[in-house]
């Protein structure tokens, strides 16, 4: 903007009475819109007709150019007056600024103009009508019709202005007072317009004219500001919800961040995004997890899927892709001394498992077989397998395998699932968060498989050192490497496990421990710990090899210990109790009297005077309890066993009564929980000689009760078995066998020998010795086969306190397994056929012969 600062000066801040200025419209040559400049007007305000003063800027001047080829002066321009007028601070350069509001009056035609001044004048003849011109004007149909039309208009754009700022009445009061003319003027001037529509509303000094074009600008304004409405209310109605609550969402958040509130989603995101960056997935994986992260960017907290993401993200971030615990030099020593000093016994396991240790320390990628240890409940499985982990100096992971039939277990379910996870083999990893623990997967043998996929073959991969490198779960998605980990497995028997699978274990069995085991165990580290466990020692509890034994014998009859331990926790238990409630009522005279009279005696020693001396004692005195509390340990005896654990679970006269009728043998079977002794009840009653059998049995044991049952018959014709009184003694008989004790289920072979021994026994009615276990095949012409698991049946019948034991001649091999001490205190009878079963099975050798001797 131009301004006439001179003028200024000169006629509005010097003088005292202010006239007019008058303002015209310029235009620079290059026909560059401008805005005016200013005219002032001669003193007389009054004057229609008058000399106006011209002013331009100096600035101009002072560059010398000629003010008419610069500017192009509009002809038409407005006589206004200075309402408010203020003078900015003086520059350093000179300059002085000046505010003017102007308020317009009239408009004038420049007649002639005069630029040579220190502003420019000119002479003018006002444009505004007369009264009588105007009231002329006024009675025009046309005019009448315009200014209403105008009125109608404005009024509309008051209204809708109003509405859209709540504001009201002020404006409106407009419409009443000024005339429709001057109203146009008012309304265009607030408008924003071109400077030639500027212009030409100036130029329209015909009311009529000017209020038509006041009409359309102001109808063309109003027609705008609808349209934006209309725009607006559009958009709003296509904001969805999500969308209005996102914009919610971002003021609460707002809030939040006012109120120093932080835990916020996004701060979440940031954190989440910090834990990705320290996980150090490998490049692709990194990548997957960024698109992964972008996209969980754009939901909404409450949109389906931002949790799952989420999920899956803190997943990949939890990972320990690289996050290894440190490998430590293996010391081979150190291991050695780690194993015995957990685990007593178990030379040859120990043995294995240093070699084992060996080979890693020498090659360390070195891709050895996965050990598995086979054996009963409580033998020490899965503390060997932590052991381990203790030795390399790795974390220790246990993955429960027992049950598991879903594939999905193993391996995941994909995330298109609701409530998908990843498997528990990428599960216990995060939970472990290294990428090489020792990891146990327990109970290997106990995965079936049923529709939902066969687990076992999932773990063939995890286990097969060329596929677990990229070990795909399917929620993961992205390959994991298993390969740093060092697997370890258990089962309670081998033979379950799926041939692939235990092709790629090497089997380690641990048969169950002998009492003599046992106590020891029980001695150097089950009381020891379980002491530790109840926060007692022994100057609390005490527990003599002697009730240790009465335990073994007595309460457990197991081939681990892990009965052994609780039982010995009963006790801790018991005397915890025993312990807390002595606290409370140590009988404080004792005490005292034992420190006084010991006090009194020093005293007395060294001849002093006696003196009264009030020593404070209270419960609390360590002193005192402690020398209570040492006086008196629990030591557990018969009588405190039967009170704590109740009467004795076993006694060894069990195998005597259960054999005093005839027609009850005595086998030994093996079972998940090692070696047991199985009594086997046979019985006859009238019938039409069909052989009925009952018991948790397998096919395996039905047919060999059959051929049990038709080697005896085939033998009773022979050895005359039913000569007493009856010849027919199997015609017109019912057979019924029955293995009693336990929900267990039993299959195999190996109870041929015992079932036939049951039946002759019942034949022949003749009591089985009590004292004499068996077990073998027999084939249908009465040959004794070998059988399995002989180690761990022998220990049964140690554990029962049975001394004899029938076995199968070929098995005679199998006996180096068991440890001296059980053969040196047991009898065992190798037998090649039945008849040397029978003949060791009762006493005085078998009925038959005997009979057929007769
Ligand atoms: P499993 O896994 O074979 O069922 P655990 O490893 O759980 O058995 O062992 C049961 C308990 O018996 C554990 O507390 C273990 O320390 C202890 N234990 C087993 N065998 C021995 C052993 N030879 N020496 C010391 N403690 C043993």
């Not at 996870?421 to 079936?448: A, F, H, S, W």
């Amino acid at each position: 903007m131009m301004t006439t600062v001179k003028l200024v000066e000169q006629e509005l801040w010097q003088r005292e009475e202010k006239g007019l200025i008058g303002i015209l419209p310029v235009r620079d040559a290059a026909e560059m819109t401008s805005v005016g400049s200013m005219l002032s007007q001669g003193s007389d305000s009054g004057e229609r007709s008058s000399k106006i003063q011209v002013g331009t800027s100096d600035a101009h001047r002072h560059e010398g150019k000629n003010q008419q080829e610069v500017f192009q002066w509009h002809k038409t321009g407005v006589a206004a007056r200075a309402l408010n007028l203020s003078r900015g601070v003086e520059k350093p350069s000179g300059r002085v600024t000046y505010t003017v509001v102007l308020e317009g009056l009239c408009r004038f035609n420049v007649e002639e103009l005069n630029t040579r001044g220190i502003y420019c004048t000119a002479k003018v003849s006002p444009l505004e009508m007369t009264k009588a011109e105007m009231e002329q004007v006024e009675q025009d149909p046309d005019f009448i019709t315009l200014s209403r039309q105008f009125n109608t208009t404005a009024t509309e754009l008051i209204s809708v202005f109003e509405q859209k700022h709540k504001t009201s009445g002020r404006i409106r009061v407009l419409l009443d007072t000024v005339p429709p003319h001057k109203l146009a003027d008012i309304f265009v001037a607030s408008f924003e317009m071109s400077f030639e529509e500027q212009l030409s509303m100036l130029d329209s000094v015909d009311l009529k004219v000017r209020l038509s074009k006041a009409i359309e600008i102001v109808d063309r304004h109003l027609q705008s500001i609808r349209v934006a409405e209309k725009i607006t209310q559009k958009v709003e109605g296509r904001l969805s919800k999500s969308q209005k609550e996102y914009l919610l969402r971002q003021q609460m958040r707002a809030i939040k961040e006012e109120l120093g509130d932080n835990d916020d989603d996004e701060d979440d995101l940031v954190a989440l995004e910090r834990k990705m960056q320290g996980a150090r997935m490998p490049s692709n994986i990194w990548k997957h997890a960024q698109k992964e992260f972008r996209r969980l960017k754009k939901m909404q907290p409450q949109q389906p899927g931002y949790n799952s993401s989420r999920a899956y993200l803190e997943l990949l971030a939890d990972l320990p892709w690289q996050k290894a615990s440190e490998e430590q030099e293996l010391d081979i020593k150190a291991a050695k001394d780690c194993l015995d000093s957990d685990h007593y016994g178990l030379i040859k396991v120990k043995q294995r498992i240093i070699e084992y240790l060996a080979v890693r320390k020498l090659k360390p990628d070195a891709r050895g077989p996965v050990l598995c240890f086979v054996g009963p409940p409580g033998v020490g499985k899965t503390s060997l397998a932590s052991s381990i982990a203790a030795a390399l100096g790795r974390k220790f992971m246990r993955i429960s395998l027992g049950g598991v039939k879903d594939e999905a277990d193993i391996r995941g379910h994909r995330r298109t699932y609701i409530g998908s996870m990843p498997g528990r083999l990428i599960d216990g990893l995060k939970k472990v968060g290294v990428c090489n623990p020792v990891m146990l997967l327990d109970e290997i043998d106990k995965t079936g498989s049923d529709v939902r996929g066969d687990p076992a073959s999932a773990l063939l991969e995890v286990l097969d050192p060329e596929q677990n490198k990229t070990f795909n779960d399917h929620y993961l998605n992205v390959p994991f490497d298993l390969s740093k980990v060092v697997f370890v497995a258990t089962a309670n028997r081998a033979q379950p496990i799926p041939p692939p699978l235990l092709d790629r274990m090497e089997v380690i069995e641990l048969p169950g421990y002998t009492p003599e085991e046992k106590l020891n165990i029980a001695m150097r580290h089950l009381i020891p710990r379980v002491l530790d466990q109840h926060g007692l020692s022994p100057e609390f509890l005490q527990i003599p090899e002697d009730s240790v034994k009465l335990i073994i014998q007595r309460y457990t009859r197991e081939a681990g210990v892990r009965n052994l331990e609780r039982n010995l926790a009963a006790l801790a238990r018991a005397a915890a109790v025993r312990v807390a409630e002595q606290e409370l009522t140590v009988p404080l005279n004792q005490g005292v009297e034992k420190l006084a009279s010991q006090l009194l005696a020093n005293r007395l020693a060294e001849g002093a005077e006696m003196e009264m001396e009030v020593i404070p004692i209270g419960v609390n005195n360590p002193e005192i309890s402690n020398t209570f509390r040492i006086a008196s340990p629990l030591i557990v005896d018969e009588g405190m066993l039967e009170k704590i654990l109740g009467p004795p679970r076993f006694d060894d006269r069990e195998a005597a009564d259960r054999v005093a009728t005839p027609g009850v043998s005595v086998g030994l079977v093996w079972t998940t929980f090692g070696g047991e002794v199985q009594f086997v009840e046979a019985t006859a009653m009238v019938g039409k000689g069909e052989l009925r059998l009952t018991g948790q049995l397998g096919d395996v044991i039905k047919e060999s009760a059959q051929i049990a049952l038709t080697w005896v018959r085939a033998r009773a014709a022979d050895f005359k078995l039913a000569a007493a009184e009856d010849l027919n003694l199997l015609e017109g008989r019912d057979i019924h066998i029955h293995f009693p004790a336990g929900a267990v289920p039993k299959d195999g072979p190996s109870a041929g020998v015992t079932l036939v021994t049951a039946l002759v026994s019942l034949l022949g009615r003749k009591s089985v010795r009590a004292d004499t276990a068996m077990t073998g095949e027999m084939t249908l012409r009465g040959l004794v086969l070998p059988v399995g698991g002989v180690k761990d049946k022998i220990l049964a019948a140690h554990r029962y306190g049975i001394k004899r034991v029938i076995l199968p001649e070929r098995n005679l091999k199998d006996l180096v397994e068991v440890p001296t001490a059980v053969l040196s205190s047991m009898e065992i009878i190798l037998a090649k056929r039945v008849e040397d079963v029978l003949e060791q099975a009762f006493e005085g050798g078998c009925p038959w012969r005997q009979h057929s001797k007769l």
